[in-house]
Structure formats: structure tokens, C-alpha cells
């Protein structure tokens, strides 16, 4: 571990963005076993790499001897968090919620370790403690305590009222008090001092600080990172397929594994400090040498290999690591069952073979309508042989013989025909 303090070291990594009292706070860490939470709420049936940032710090912090609440929105969940979204969230119904709940426990436990002692990690659902909870008790033991001027003034609401269209409704609006109410019984619960998110998460820690030292005369504190933003300005986590899942079965080890390899030279130190746990001076010193050397950069391998094993462990990133190189040297053998279900997922571009269009149609035809290009490209690629079939050169001989080129006996694993032409192009055909 590094031998910078806690905060020191998150400076360093540009992982800070507001806190409250930093020189308390920084005293707090530093004398005392520290229990901190961050919220995760289940919006989906999984997190994504967005996520990432507070699941590591939590993980961080535990590192430095604190202990980490890790707490699934069962309840708030429910009402959706307004803080700078466009427009209100589509409600979803408490089956659904309750399954996704489910599957985010399991995914935030991957993350941190629940069995080091004092410190071992604890989730927690804030249905528990507002499932039970009446509405009158409610107004008059926690509404009282916030003012609706305060509430209105705050940057992440004030934005959604001078916006025109519908503004927000009072259903988003109370999040905050849900919010605040969370740390306060955590704190009254669990001993939680500490809460940390997203930095559009400031205005509800702040009312959860408040919240706790007026319900239960307790000193609280919170601390914000930066949300994820791409030196181009385009959208952190989203590509052409979608967004990035941590679920292998919404985004599997290989395209998440793509996703690291093909980050900016711009942004893959800034990422390794973000994502990793490589040393600060480790980072500094790839950087460094990335420079010397002025070739390919080696950050961003080192980034895909740490943050795809972190989330997908060893069997992951060995798969994603192997169907990387096969298609780099076109050697297939090595390919499982496994690696063509994840290309087929969400790895290459994938179409079914259907016997009726093989029988009467031309290669160049298919692989036209394949998007490998058009008729006078694929034509002029076979007279090239530059076109292969599961590693095998294909030749314009070869264009009205469709049904030989993908009989089932020159399949791989009695199903795939990985396409190849020239040095980029793929798509992989399935029967």
C-alpha cells in the first residue's frame, strides 16, 4: 500500500471533488476506524462502469483499515434520484426493483472483502428501515428538520425547476430527504460517520450530514469524486454497442476488456489512477516511459488487464485476452464454445445462416449484407484472397459455393464461421 495517507493518496489520483471540513475529516481518518457508506441504487438489473469509481474507493478505504457500508437502494430505488437528469426517471414497480436489488448485492460484494475482521464490509438495503415507515411519522420526525428554501436552492434541483417542461415532482424531490434520512440511520444504526458518491451526489450527503447532527447530535462528514468525463467530451461508458455493463451476461469479459484497449492516449493515465491500484508513482512512471519511448502506448493494455481482472477476475481476462489474440493472428484453434457465445454477445458483428440464402445466394451477396462491404469490395477481396472462413483463404472461385464454404463440417464447434477480410474486418455467422 502506498504510504500516503488516505486523502493524500486519493489527491493524488484526482479522486476528490468536494469534502466537508478537510482538515477534520483528514484528523477523523487518520485517528479512528472510520465506517463509511456510498448508495448504489438499483436502476438496472446491473451497475456499470460508472459505478466503478465508488466501488473501488469503497474498497480503498477499506484497504486503510475503515470499514464500508455498501448500500443497496431498495427504497429509494423506488422514487429515482433527480440530481441532474434531464427529465423524471420512469418509476419501476417493487417486483422488479426487489429482483434487481438482488442482483446488485452481488455484484457490490465482489468488491469488497466481508471477512478481515472489524473491518469486513457490510450491505445494507434502506428498505429495511422505511418499508415500516408511516407517513405522518416521517413528516413530523424528518420533514421538519429541512427547509424547503434550502431544498430548492440546491444546484442539482434548482436545475430541474428553471428548466422548461415539467420540472420535477414531488416524488423526486423527497429523494433528498430519503437520502439524508439513510445516513442518519446508519449512523444511529452502524456507527457511520462518512458517506462518499458522485459529485452530484454534494447537495443530499450535505442534507444527510445535517440531517444526522440534528436527529442524533452526531458530527458527520462527506466526501464527493469526480464523475468519469472523456477528454473529447463524448459520454464516459457509452459506445456505439451501448453502455459498459459489469455483467458478463449485458457486457461480456472481451468487449469490456476492447473497451479499456481502445480508451484515449489522453485519458488511460488519468483512468489508471481512477480504476486501478497500481501505485501513484507506478502510473507517473508508465507515463514517463510511454513518452520515451514514442510508440505504441502500454497504458492502455495495462489498463484494460487490470481493471477486466478486477471485475471479471483470472478466468476473464484470460478469455478476453485469448480471443483478442486469436483474432489479431487468425489462429482459431484455441477458441472455446465459450469465447464464440461472448463474440456472438456483443464481441463482433454476428448474423444466423439461414440454408435458404446459402442454396440460392453468391458470397459476395452475403457478405455484402454482412456490412463487410459492398458487392465490387468483397468481389475484389476474393480475386485478392484476402477473405478467410474460420482461418481458411477463400478465392472468387468460391462465390456461388456458399453451402460448401459453411457446411456444418467446416464449422467450428458445430456452429461458427468467423469471417475475415482484409486486416480489420469481421463477422462471425452462426447456424
Known amino acids: 500500500m502506498s ?6 493518496d486519493f489527491k493524488a489520483r484526482g479522486l476528490v471533488a468536494q469534502m466537508t471540513s478537510e482538515e477534520e475529516l483528514e484528523n477523523h481518518l487518520n485517528e479512528n476506524s472510520v ?53 423524471e426517471r420512469k418509476l419501476n414497480d417493487d417486483e422488479t426493483v426487489a429482483g434487481w436489488v438482488e442482483k446488485i448485492k452481488a455484484q457490490v460484494s465482489a468488491f469488497v472483502d466481508f471477512d478481515c475482521g472489524e473491518n469486513s464490509a457490510v450491505v445494507v438495503n434502506n428498505l429495511d428501515w422505511t418499508r415500516d415507515l408511516d407517513v405522518l411519522t416521517f413528516l413530523r420526525d424528518v420533514g421538519k428538520h429541512f427547509s424547503v428554501n434550502q431544498m430548492i436552492a440546491k444546484e442539482s434541483v434548482k436545475q430541474r425547476i428553471d428548466r422548461e417542461g415539467d420540472g420535477i415532482s414531488y416524488t423526486e424531490f423527497t429523494y433528498m430527504i430519503l437520502q439524508s434520512f439513510d445516513f442518519q440511520q446508519l449512523n444511529k444504526s452502524h456507527g457511520c460517520t462518512l458517506q462518499i458518491g458522485g459529485s452530484d451526489q ?22 464527493t469524486l469526480p464523475l468519469v468525463t472523456k477528454s473529447d467530451g463524448t459520454k464516459f461508458g457509452k459506445t456505439e454497442t451501448g453502455t459498459i455493463w ?8 472481451y468487449a469490456f476488456y476492447q473497451f479499456w484497449l481502445q480508451v484515449a492516449d489522453a485519458d488511460a493515465y488519468r483512468f489508471l489512477k481512477y480504476f486501478t491500484f497500481l501505485d501513484v508513482a507506478d502510473i507517473d512512471q508508465i507515463e514517463a516511459d510511454d513518452k520515451a519511448r514514442q510508440g505504441r502506448p502500454e497504458a492502455q493494455a ?28 487468425g489462429n482459431l484453434n484455441d477458441l472455446s464454445e465459450g469465447d464464440f457465445v461472448q463474440l456472438k454477445q456483443d464481441g463482433l458483428p454476428s448474423s ?6 446459402l442454396a440460392g445466394g453468391l458470397l459476395t451477396s452475403l457478405l ?30 468460391h462465390n456461388n459455393k456458399g453451402v460448401d464454404v459453411f457446411s456444418p463440417s467446416a464449422s467450428i464447434h458445430q456452429k461458427y464461421f468467423l469471417v475475415k477480410l482484409g486486416k480489420k474486418k469481421h463477422h462471425l455467422f452462426y447456424l
Open 302 to 329: 495495462i489498463l484494460a488487464r487490470e481493471v477486466t481482472k478486477l471485475v471479471h477476475g483470472d478466468e476473464g481476462l484470460v478469455a478476453a485476452q485469448r480471443i483478442t489474440e486469436a483474432l489479431f493472428s
Open 352 to 357: 444466423a445462416l439461414k440454408p435458404e440464402v
Open 202 to 223: 454534494w447537495g443530499n450527503i450535505t442534507g444527510g450530514t445535517e440531517l444526522t447532527r440534528r436527529m442524533n447530535g452526531n458530527r458527520a462528514y462527506g466526501l
Open 368 to 397: 455484402s449484407e454482412a456490412d463487410m462491404g459492398n458487392g465490387k469490395q468483397v468481389k475484389d477481396a476474393l480475386q485478392r484472397s484476402a477473405v478467410t472462413v474460420n482461418g481458411v483463404v477463400i478465392g472468387l472461385e
Open 3 to 8: 504510504e500516503l495517507t488516505l486523502l493524500q
Open 35 to 87: 465506517t463509511l457508506y456510498c448508495g448504489f441504487d438499483p436502476t438496472a438489473d446491473s451497475l456499470h462502469i460508472g459505478s466503478l469509481v465508488p466501488l473501488l474507493t469503497l474498497k480503498r478505504f477499506q484497504q486503510y483499515g475503515h470499514k464500508p457500508l455498501a448500500l443497496v437502494g431498495g427504497a429509494t430505488g423506488l422514487i429515482g434520484d433527480p440530481s441532474f437528469k434531464a427529465q
Open 246 to 253: 459489469l455483467s458478463p451476461d449485458r457486457t461480456s469479459p
